[in-house]
């Protein structure tokens, strides 16, 4: 290993770093050599080198003109959350050494949309990134389902720095009380009016009525969890008020431009019983179903004449009144001589 990094240029990164530790004594390289073994191991495997070995982009393009790029991370199998791992954490690294040369900016705004953060696993520095990227024109969007996830992966100190840097969080609805508990305390408190009534027995007209204001949260955790309609949300947004808010559904978006509710399973196509039999297995067409087809044809088409000499016939007669009413309309009568010569 010491002669595979001999040979490296001398103002290799990997070289340099390299020689922090080739003087170490022969216990210390061992656990060295066992800890780089064990970073690696993933690469081992014949589909990760073949992966990783080529691109057909930089990362920092990303940066410099428009790109869509869709990372799947399979949620029952958790072999490749490392590689997963490492890819968004050197995008980052890519993306803010690109804005550094760049006047501190990226040519293009670019938008990070972690669905299911928690299962990418824990990434390095990444409070401290979330709190720098945004100079850079970088947003990030964390999607998450509880916050026991995030203190999980990251500790409940990096997740309070987390949370602090989001400018924006969006409560759609949980099944966790510690969740609950967090949002309800961000809520706020309210005050409410109670009335106390009370009366003195054997005296007449003793009834007493006292109004007591008592304080509140604005919704408890029990209201958050078991009493919050589906449609409902809560947005915090730095400065302001809480907001109660509606859902929006990506459904109803495009509704305008395509003329109707658009369908988000548009692309499963759609089969009945009879498509699922194979062309060689579909039963043939006998001669009684083709006669009663035809007969039904022939009664839908009799309908139809029966409907089309109907609208025929009432449009005959409107015609026909209207022409009489015009004639009365223009009629004028005959004018009568005053003086008749004899």
């Known amino acids: 290993m010491k002669n595979l990094f001999a040979n490296l240029e001398e103002e290799s990164s990997a070289r340099i770093a390299f020689g922090v530790v080739k003087n170490a004594t022969d216990k210390t390289w061992g656990g060295i050599v066992s800890n780089a073994a064990k970073a690696m191991k993933l690469w081992k495997l014949k589909s990760v080198r073949t992966f990783s070995k080529y691109s057909s982009f930089k990362l920092a393009d990303i940066g410099k003109r428009k790109i869509a790029l869709y990372v799947v991370i399979p949620l029952a199998d958790r072999t490749y959350r490392a590689l997963i791992n ?9 993306l803010c050494a690109y804005a550094d040369t760049n006047h501190n900016t ?5 938008r990070f949309l972690l669905d299911e953060f928690a299962n990418i696993g824990k990434m390095p520095d990444f409070a401290e990134r979330l709190s720098t990227v945004r100079s850079y024109g970088m947003e990030v969007s964390i999607i998450a389902q509880s916050i026991g996830q995030l203190m999980d992966r990251y500790g409940e100190k990096q997740t309070g720095e987390i949370m602090s840097n989001c400018d924006t969080t969006l409560f759609l609805g ?3 009380l510690d969740t609950a508990k967090y949002f309800s305390e ?22 007493q009525q006292a109004y007591t204001y008592v304080q509140r949260p604005l919704k408890t955790p029990d209201e958050l969890l078991n009493q919050m309609k589906n449609n409902d949300c809560y947005v915090f947004q730095r400065g302001r008020l ?9 459904a ?28 060689e297995e579909k039963p043939k067409e006998t001669v009684e179903s083709s006669l009663y087809q035809k007969m039904k044809n022939r009664k839908k ?16 007669k409107q015609r026909k009144h209207q022409k009489v009413r015009n004639r ?11 003086y008749r010569l004899r």
């Open 86 to 94: 490492t890819f968004f954490a050197q995008l980052f690294q890519e």
């Open 106 to 110: 990226l040519d293009i705004p670019v």
């Open 174 to 176: 949980t099944n966790d």
């Open 186 to 207: 961000r809520l706020g408190v309210t005050t409410k009016r109670l009335r106390n009534d009370s009366q003195t027995p054997g005296e007449l007209d003793s009834n």
């Open 242 to 250: 809480p907001i109660h808010a509606q859902k929006s559904w990506v």
């Open 252 to 279: 109803n978006w495009f509704a305008d431009q395509v003329g109707e509710k658009a369908n988000m399973g548009w692309h499963l196509k759609e089969k009945s019983a009879e498509s699922s039999i194979p062309k």
């Open 301 to 316: 088409i009799k309908t139809n004449r029966k409907h089309l000499y109907q609208v025929k016939e009432k449009y005959r």
């Open 328 to 338: 009365r309309r223009n009629k004028t009568p005959k004018k009568l001589c005053p």
